[in-house]
């Protein structure tokens, strides 16, 4: 058997969890999953998922041997990439990883526009809020928003990442608009994070150079903004989220911003990619539509 194919068919077992579902997956049967698995473990001599009727999981030579598996197909894929950089159009899968809100949000419709422009691509999306390792978790392009602190990556700037702060028109006309920072002490806030006494949560509103910190307290938090956006649409409270977001929301007349008379926080945000890693055409062309789409100063 390649053994490539049957890399990639461990890897996909170890993802999914079971060999049923690598098998709709691929459109294979499970017999032929099962073969392939074995034909790893009978080259390497050694068991690489114990498996039950039940459930399955990795040995400890299995998840060493999933981790290098996940960087050779990623190699292999990047060498058949430049193999065919002769072909000006972008084709192949190109695996991004962005921050949750602003993947739900926003790249995914650029993501959608982008494979209509290029028909040949697909993309693999995953959302998460945490620092992920590109060449450990295997992704091409990454989008941070924050300060970076990671030098072994190459980035490019994006227009910053922007917040302002909305209520409903029914909560604004319950209990007003406040015409100050300090005035959301009075009203209720739908704070994004779970936060301790220890690390509470801060707003930040700039007005002509002069920065006025408030400490929102209300009693609807969570860690997903989506929950918090659908709350002030119901009129339960004020939410500070991304602008990009929040200004549909304005145009069609569920939200209001308040205090539109100051600048929210505006954190920065960067597309990177892995060091040392030449650039495909097809990621080349994924950047650079970015950096038109999300242009810095835009």
């Not at 809100?101 to 422009?117: D, E, M, Q, W």
């Not at 922007?162 to 209520?167: E, F, K, N, P, Y």
């Not at 209990?175 to 690390?199: N, R």
Request: glycine share 6%.
């Amino acid at each position: 058997m390649d053994r490539l194919t049957s890399m990639q068919i461990f890897v996909r077992a170890a993802d999914l969890g079971s060999f049923a579902a690598v098998a709709d997956a691929l459109r294979i049967s499970p017999q032929m999953v099962a073969k392939h698995i074995a034909a790893l473990e009978t080259r390497l001599g050694a068991r690489l998922i114990n498996r039950t009727t039940r459930r399955q999981n990795l040995t400890d030579i299995g998840r060493s041997y999933y981790d290098r598996c996940r960087i050779v197909l990623a190699e292999a894929e990047a060498a058949d990439a430049i193999a065919l950089e002769m072909n000006a159009t972008p084709s192949g899968i190109i695996r991004v990883n962005a921050p949750v809100t602003f993947g739900s949000y926003v790249l995914s419709p650029f993501i959608t526009h982008y494979l209509g422009c290029y028909p040949e691509t697909q993309v693999e999306l995953t959302l998460n809020d945490r620092i992920v390792d590109p060449i450990e978790e295997g992704f091409e392009v990454i989008i941070r928003i924050g300060e970076l602190a990671d030098s072994s990556m190459v980035a490019w700037s994006l227009k910053p990442y922007r917040l302002i702060a909305c209520a409903s028109p029914a909560y604004v006309a319950h209990y007003g608009l406040p015409e100050k920072p300090a005035d959301l002490q009075h009203h209720a806030c739908l704070v994004y994070g779970i936060w301790s006494p220890s690390m509470p949560c801060r707003w930040i509103f700039q007005q002509q150079g002069k920065t006025e910190e408030v400490r929102p307290e209300g009693r609807f938090r969570s860690n997903d903004w989506k929950a918090l956006l659908h709350a002030a649409v119901e009129g339960y409270g004020v939410t500070l989220g991304p602008e990009d977001v929040l200004r549909k929301e304005i145009n069609e007349g569920r939200l209001v911003q308040v205090l539109p008379g100051y600048e929210g926080p505006a954190r920065p945000m960067h597309v990177l990619v892995p060091t040392g890693r030449k650039q495909t055409v097809k990621v080349q062309c994924f950047i650079d539509a970015l950096r038109k789409s999300f242009a810095a100063g835009s």
